[in-house]
């Protein structure tokens, strides 16, 4: 192995200063596949190995070649390799650990919403910021060409630059740092070496966790030319959000906000996506409250000053229902129809909300103003 200097180790859970490159990545001109031993170099050898395959495009496949997708869509392996993230960031509880499983949220499960104020609270706002400014750097990169794994490189390196850890990598074993999804996929996509064409959308999910907390917001984007009708879908779901969070203000029941998003939906012709909902975010990736977005549902809670949550309702261009690629995370239409989604975390203030993953000055021009 070659001997480089000021890279860090690539090994899951590892994270240390690097000493060492494979040797057939240097003959390959593959960049970021730095061990700090042999030992680490050995045990992560089997996932290692499919680094090799990258460079040459005619080695791309479909892991799952009997399944029955739903949509032209399809995944395109290998994955590149897990990125690291330096040690002196701090990490949430289920980083390191096999299962991906946050103890402390399992440990709140049934508990309360939580209230932030003081200095906890600025840190959520400052966060939320900064998540915000990973998101619009994610967005500078969408063009025709680019691959969802190049997105997920963007959102890595802007993450840690600001001295973050990315939220969904190792959560549950999720294996990148961000969600990006393209057309039917609902949510959860697994950024690879799939390109972007010129008519597809994309959602990218950022999540950051920082001096405690955790942020999270996402947002649809149009790749070149896209169809009206997709267009309709993307800007129907930006409004279907703007609604639900035009009714958050204290004494407003989670449970009524659905009622305004399924309304809105059905309404321009499109269905909700029940599977998934809002979630409390702050201190825990996930936790109370939980946030339906569809009509009649049964949530519980009362919106009160304090509360963080996000909204960020699916809408579908055909059938609500969904189901997932054989990844355990890819969520798709069930009859390979388009979604769109969006979503913020909000505050709730004593006489309303604040956004506070809200657009900054320096953020892109909204595609959604323009449809």
Not at 254 to 273: C, M, P, Q, T
Not at 284 to 291: G, K, T
Request: one cysteine or more.
């Amino acid at each position: 192995m070659s001997a480089v200097e000021k890279n860090l180790c690539t090994t899951t859970g590892c994270g240390k200063p690097a000493q060492l490159q494979c040797p057939t990545c240097v003959k390959l001109g593959v960049d970021g596949s730095y061990f700090c031993s042999q030992v680490c170099f050995r045990s992560n050898w089997s996932k290692h190995k499919s680094l090799h395959e990258i460079s040459n495009p005619k080695s791309t496949y479909d892991p799952f070649p009997s399944y029955s997708y739903t949509g032209p869509l399809r995944p395109v392996y290998p994955l590149s390799p897990r990125r690291a993230v330096p040690s002196d960031i701090p990490r949430p509880d289920y980083a390191t650990v096999p299962d991906g499983v946050s103890r402390l949220e399992q440990s709140y499960r049934n508990a309360q919403i939580e209230a932030m104020s003081g200095e906890k609270l600025e840190t959520m706002k400052r966060v939320c910021r900064l998540g915000r400014e990973v998101l619009d750097a994610a967005a500078r990169a969408i063009q025709v060409g680019v691959t969802t794994d190049e997105i997920d490189r963007v959102v890595h390196e802007a993450t840690i630059e600001r001295k973050a850890y990315p939220s969904t990598l190792n959560y549950f074993c999720f294996p990148k740092s961000v969600c990006t999804s393209v057309n039917e996929v609902v949510c959860h996509g697994i950024p690879d070496q799939r390109q972007l064409e010129d008519g597809d959308i994309i959602n990218i999910d950022i999540s950051l966790f920082k001096d405690g907390v955790h942020t999270d917001m996402n947002k649809t984007y149009l790749v070149g030319n896209v169809d009206q009708k997709y267009k309709k879908l993307v800007k129907t779901s930006r409004e279907c959000l703007q609604k639900a969070i035009d009714m958050v203000k204290p004494g407003v029941r989670y449970r009524d906000l659905g009622a305004v998003i399924e309304k809105h939906a059905k309404a321009n012709g499109f269905s909700v996506v029940r599977t998934y909902c809002g979630h409390g975010v702050g201190t825990m990736f996930h936790s109370a409250p939980n946030v339906p977005h569809y009509a009649m549902n049964k949530a519980i809670g009362i919106m009160k000053p304090g509360h963080v949550f996000t909204i960020e309702p699916m809408i579908n261009q055909g059938k609500f229902q969904d189901q997932t690629w054989r990844d355990d995370w890819t969520v798709v239409t069930v009859d390979g129809k388009r979604s769109a989604q969006f979503e913020h975390t909000i505050l709730v203030t004593e006489d309303g909300h604040e956004v506070l993953t809200r657009r900054l000055p320096t953020s892109p021009a909204s595609q959604v103003d323009r449809i």
